[in-house]
């Protein structure tokens, strides 16, 4: 469930919801179709995106695989995962869940690893990038943002969504 849903019922119990409590719900409410319909399209074309991604990174930093051990293995088991974290979080509308449930710990991994920041960036852009190539433009345009955020966080260079 979204989070500031699940706050807005966590502090509504013993009363009714507001008018702008029931707003909020509705306007959630109203994209869920929609939202449902793209993990579909998403979970379909997994294998498409993920291993389009990587090829074109791998064809980017050719250096990755001579660097990393099973570094093609290790890339595909990570991007399925951000991935199918993005979705859920494009079904919650929560990027806050994004954040907590993956986009912390998978930040401090990547730089444990050592990978530069621009890879890394460059990485989930072309995710961005062939998940628009391979959905329709309304399930890549519901999707975009959080992989964006992917981006943004796990390159470092948007911290304040890793501290929310």
Not at 20 to 48: F, N, P, V, W
Not at 101 to 111: C, D, F, G
Not at 130 to 154: D, I, N, Y
């Amino acid at each position: 469930m979204n989070r500031q849903i699940q706050d807005m019922f966590g502090s509504a119990e013993g009363r009714y919801l507001t008018a702008a409590e029931q707003s909020l719900l509705r306007e959630y409410a109203q994209g869920l179709d929609a939202r449902l319909s793209a993990m579909a399209e998403i979970s379909a074309k997994e294998s498409t995106i993920v291993e389009q991604t990587v090829k074109e990174i791998f064809r980017a930093y050719p250096d990755v695989e001579k660097k990393y051990k099973n570094a093609m293995q290790t890339c595909i088991r990570d991007e399925t995962l951000v991935l199918r974290y993005t979705a859920m979080a494009m079904l919650r509308n929560d990027p806050q869940f994004l954040s907590d449930s993956l986009l912390t710990w998978l930040a401090t991994i990547l730089k444990g690893v050592g990978f530069a920041p621009h890879f890394i960036e460059d990485t989930y852009k072309t995710m961005a990038l062939v998940a628009g190539r391979e959905l329709s433009p309304a399930t890549a345009k519901l999707l975009h943002p959080f992989v964006m955020q992917c981006a943004a966080v796990l390159s470092g260079k948007d911290s304040s969504k890793e501290a929310k």
